[in-house]
């Protein structure tokens, strides 16, 4: 929440920081996504600018570029994979879709993952969590957002997208129908805060996939829970973790 990108050794040591706040070249406000670009180069999206700017990994700052496009105040997460990269975002009356693909010069050239019209309103007020990662070994990219409780497994070659087979978690509550757009933002918040929020999305050993729920309790109030699906085998459980 400092909004600064910091270099640590595996055993914890602070090395340096990357970057500073401010609005010029180098600089960011609020840094959404950190991501690696390449074997040598991160990228970081700063939503409150609009946009991403990658940089070495020892900190100079190589290039950026602000990204036009619909519903980029609410972007989650970034990848690049391949020379493309990946957005995740809301959807919106003129992007219909919650992953989009732009090639290096920024253009887009793809879209994956439909959106569910039944939560339209929610996405209308930058109301969306969840995810992206990529899988190098089956050659995809996951992801999870607020409005389904499971993961979809997405075939960047082809468009296919696939449902990870689970049921939904006994606690799971399906956010409250919000198809059109609401004048209030206290209202479709306190709506949001009703349902079961898929909030992020992670990979581990190249196997293992945590999905983190956030139940709601009133403002500010969440109960997190963590599912772990193999994707070797199907299988899944969750984990509690407390109140917080």
């Given amino acids: 929440r400092n909004n600064e990108i910091k270099v640590f050794t595996m055993d914890g040591k602070f090395r340096r920081s990357i970057g500073r706040l401010g609005d010029g070249p180098g600089e960011y406000r609020n840094i959404n996504s950190l991501f690696p670009r390449g074997s040598g180069e991160i990228g970081i999206y700063d939503w409150s600018n609009l946009r991403l700017t990658v940089f070495s990994h020892e ?14 105040e609410g972007v989650r997460s970034v990848l690049f994979v ?3 990269y990946y957005i995740h975002v809301p959807s ?3 992007q219909n879709c919650h992953i989009v693909r732009l090639d290096s010069s920024f253009a887009v050239c793809g879209g994956f993952v439909e959106a569910d019209h039944h939560y339209l309103g929610y996405q209308d007020r930058q109301l969306f969590n969840g995810g992206i990662v990529t899988d190098t070994a089956r050659k995809c990219i996951y992801e999870a957002d607020s409005y389904f409780y499971g993961i979809r497994r997405v075939d960047p070659a082809t468009g296919k997208v696939t449902v990870l087979g689970f049921e939904a978690p006994s606690f799971y509550t399906s ?13 479709a918040l306190n709506l949001f805060q009703k349902g079961t929020n898929v909030y992020n999305l992670f990979m581990i050993n ?3 996939l945590i999905l983190e729920y956030q139940i709601g309790y ?3 109030r ?5 599912l772990l699906y193999d994707l070797e085998t199907g299988r899944c459980f969750t984990i509690p973790a407390g109140q917080v």
Avoid: F, N, Q
């Fill in 82 to 84: 391949d020379g493309y």
């Fill in 59 to 72: 900190g100079e700052y190589r290039m950026s570029a602000v990204l036009g496009m619909p519903g980029m």
């Fill in 175 to 187: 956010l409250p129908s919000l198809s059109a757009p609401t004048s209030s933002m206290d209202e």
């Fill in 92 to 94: 919106s009356p003129a």
């Fill in 222 to 226: 969440v109960k997190i829970v963590y």
């Fill in 218 to 220: 009133g403002r500010g």
């Fill in 206 to 208: 190249g196997r293992h």
